[in-house]
């Protein structure tokens, strides 16, 4: 006799953020959920990824701290890094997260299932799926579970470039990065976007030799110019080799150790490990997607429309499955209006063009909206403004007076700046102060109305308010 599934009001195949965040809004609803995960709940963001590597981050901030503890009057020595005990500080707050959020899942109601989820096909006519989900554990054990509605959110896995097999030791992704058993003395990071240079700022903070080697023109290609100026000069000051504009074509191992990355038309480089960082892919292989309707892209991206709705009725796909900024937070918004789309709750479209960005390299990146080159590119007449941390006492005091906040905004007719178009900031702990630029980017607010919000004082936010006091044209301190 076959086994009879398990039948739930939604089934998400995948435990990372998208998927956890569905399974716990729809169970906030009310909703009976199903979570398949086949490694553990949290995905990549959390394990290998995310948290990890801003845990480390903070190390290397801690290193730099001591190492200018004299600034301050404070007579502290360094003499290195115990790595055994910074990767233990990493694992207890990524396991004490992990349990945190398995506790929660099961409060809210989600029964979690271990293995790796495919839709069954072609039981429902036309070789298209019937919302059954078929789980198979380590074992080969499988089990089928039935949803009045399916969310996929497998996520994605590191891409890899031809002639840098990973190996774990020489050549590593971001997955063997964040395990490394101990630092080495000189690396390459190929690829200079968001993740490469967090890495490389890292490395370089806690004494590595890095080079980064970036095809495009430029490191940080999403962000405004200046931005990306301040972040160039910055890792000029710590020793870092930036090389853009270049193509690694392999690398050939050293006798003793290590290896040297061929540079096309360029010196090679010795190093002793190399950081593939070129981005992510969808992984969504592991679905049985083949013959099930639900159309995929030549990237692998599984195609949605504004609401994440598939092309097959009552499957829906968020996270880095589909062709989306690959940002823990957009899963998190995604999966909020798949759930509320289940629900019939007429729910409101991720604006893409206006999530907020964060980049924490030291100095740390946070944007939202346009940078003056897109805006220009989109047809818009534009006045800008930057403000500089330099001028602001509490930049000081943490002795981090570098960098700015940049207000992009449409020129009205009279000339002056009107809606705002972009925010953009480089410098101390600029993650944490882009909610008040995100707010005005994504409620189309004028720089007049942002202008009239009072900014704490002293705090770094001020830098904020005086970009927009002063693009409204009546600058207080500038």
């Not at 579970?145 to 020489?170: E, K, N, Q, Y």
């Not at 095809?215 to 930036?242: E, M, N, Q, T, W």
């Not at 705002?420 to 004028?446: F, I, K, R, S």
Request: glycine share 14%; aromatic share 6%; net charge negative.
């Amino acid at each position: 006799m076959a086994e009879q599934a398990e039948h739930y009001d939604v089934v998400v195949i995948g435990g990372g953020p998208g998927g956890y965040a569905a399974a716990l809004y729809g169970g906030s609803a009310g909703l009976k959920v199903a979570l398949v995960e086949r490694d553990k709940v949290g995905g990549t963001c959390l394990h290998r990824g995310c948290i990890p590597a801003k845990e480390l981050l903070e190390t290397a901030a801690t290193h730099r701290h001591v190492r200018h503890a004299k600034e301050y009057g404070i007579l502290a020595e360094l003499t290195g890094v115990d790595w055994d005990v910074s990767m233990a500080r990493k694992n207890t707050i990524v396991n004490g997260n992990w349990k945190g959020l398995q506790s929660t899942l099961k409060r809210r109601g989600t029964t979690t299932y271990a293995g790796t989820g495919t839709l069954n096909t072609g039981v429902a006519g036309g070789g298209v799926t019937d919302r059954t989900v078929t789980v198979t554990d380590a074992d080969g054990g499988t089990q089928q579970l039935t949803g009045d509605a399916v969310i996929l959110a497998a996520g994605s896995v590191p891409r890899t470039i031809p002639g840098f097999d990973v190996d774990g030791t020489i050549v590593v992704t971001s997955d063997e990065l964040l395990d490394l058993p101990k630092l080495p003395a000189t690396a390459v990071v190929i690829g200079g976007g968001a993740i490469g240079c967090e890495f490389a700022s890292m490395l370089a903070d806690l004494g590595t030799k890095v080079t980064i080697l970036e095809g495009l023109p430029k490191i940080l290609p999403g962000c405004d110019d200046d931005v990306a100026k301040v972040v160039v000069k910055s890792f000029g000051r710590k020793g870092i080799d930036i090389r853009a504009g270049v193509k690694v074509t392999g690398h050939e191992p050293r006798d003793g150790g290590g290896t040297v990355v061929q540079v096309e038309g360029g010196d090679p480089v010795e190093t002793d490990l190399v950081v593939v960082s070129v981005g992510r892919r969808p992984f969504s292989e592991s679905l049985g997607l083949d013959g099930s309707g639900i159309e995929v892209d030549e990237r692998g991206f599984v195609k949605i429309d504004e609401l994440c709705r598939t092309s097959v009725e009552g499957v829906w796909a968020i996270g880095d499955l589909v062709a989306t900024p690959a940002l823990a937070h957009v899963g998190f918004a995604e999966a909020i209006v798949a759930i509320k789309d289940i629900l019939g709750e007429d729910p409101v479209p991720v604006d893409y063009g206006k999530v907020p960005w964060a980049i924490y390299c030291s100095p740390e990146v946070a944007f939202a909206g346009m940078s003056e080159q897109a805006a220009k590119d989109a047809g818009h007449d534009v006045v800008t403004y930057s403000s500089q941390f330099s001028h602001n006492a509490r930049s000081m005091i943490v002795n981090q007076p570098e960098g700015l906040v940049k207000v992009i905004a449409a020129k009205d007719a009279d000339g002056k700046a009107g809606q705002v178009l972009g925010v953009h900031m480089v410098g101390p702990w600029v993650t944490e102060q882009l909610g008040g630029g995100y707010l005005a980017v994504n409620w189309e607010a004028t720089v007049d109305e942002v202008a009239h919000f009072i900014q704490p004082h002293p705090t770094m936010s001020e830098v904020f308010g005086e970009a927009f006091l002063a693009i409204a044209g009546r600058p207080l301190h500038g």
